[in-house]
Nanobody, 120 residues
Framework: QVQLVESGGGLVQTGGSLRLSCSAS????????MGWYRQAPGTQRELVAV???????DYADSVKGRFTISRDNAKNTVYLEMNSLKPEDTAIYYC??????????????WGKGTLVTVSS
């Protein structure tokens, strides 16, 4: 049973930085993408950033230029470097992995989330 374990959340002031990490507890057969989503109170979960195995990245417009996603394929770990944080970045951040099993059936894994709070 694969589990995603996130770390790095916390309280930071406006303009500050945080680095989130997410590691898989076991080897995942074939990972397509690793990414981060977030959900603020009263809103829907939204994509923040995603990265493919080849290193292609995509970001939400609201975080472009401020957040950087990266991954270590050997460690099945994905990172999210967050700079110039704003109060509107406050949310629970969830790690997401899209993969395939040995029969190429799609698999989706979610972490339990880590809270990021940006004070004004």
């Amino acid at each position: 049973q694969v589990q995603l374990v996130e770390s790095g959340g916390g309280l930071v002031q406006t303009g500050g930085s945080l680095r989130l990490s997410c590691s898989a507890s076991a080897s995942i057969f074939s990972i397509d993408t690793m990414g981060w989503y977030r959900q603020a109170p009263g809103t829907q979960r939204e994509l923040v950033a995603v990265i493919t195995g080849g290193g292609i990245t995509d970001y939400a417009d609201s975080v472009k230029g401020r957040f950087t996603i990266s991954r270590d394929n050997a460690k099945n770990t994905v990172y999210l470097e967050m700079n110039s944080l704003k109060p509107e970045d406050t949310a629970i951040y969830y790690c997401n992995v899209k993969a395939r099993d040995s029969f190429m059936a799609p698999l989706i894994y979610w972490g339990k989330g880590t809270l990021v709070t940006v004070s004004s």
